[in-house]
């Protein structure tokens, strides 16, 4: 079973940026459609980005739209979720989901790898 794992969440004040990273060890995503979903304090946990490793199709949250990039190094075989000005709301654990095939979507379910997910805390 695929395992992913992320790095990159912390502490950041608002206005801020982080990157987020995915990777598999021992996994190619060659196929893959990748994810990234969140879940705040008391929240459920909700879509963020989402994107097929072949490229071509791309989906965004509304509230994340214009400051969050997902994106992919070939080379690394890793999936990032960059973002920029950062709000007291995207505090959340963030967590990365794959698909060994298919189309992505915004759906949990449609998910098979999920990640342990890191902590990202925006706050002044």
């Known amino acids: 079973q695929a395992q992913l794992v992320e790095s990159g969440g912390g502490l950041v004040q608002p206005g801020g940026s982080l990157r987020l990273s995915c990777a598999a060890p021992?996994?190619?995503?060659?196929?893959?459609?990748m994810a990234w979903f969140r879940q705040a304090p008391g929240k459920e946990r909700e879509f963020v980005a989402a994107f097929s490793w072949s490229g071509g199709v791309t989906y965004y949250a509304d509230s994340v739209k214009g400051r969050f990039t997902i994106s992919r190094d070939n080379a690394k075989n890793t999936v990032f979720l960059q973002m920029n000005s950062l709000k007291p709301e995207d505090t959340a654990v963030y967590y990365c989901a794959a698909r060994p095939y298919g189309l992505p979507s915004r759906e949990q379910k449609s998910y098979e790898y999920w990640g342990q997910g890191t902590q990202v805390t925006v706050s002044s």
């Open positions: 021992g996994r190619t995503f060659n196929t893959y459609a």
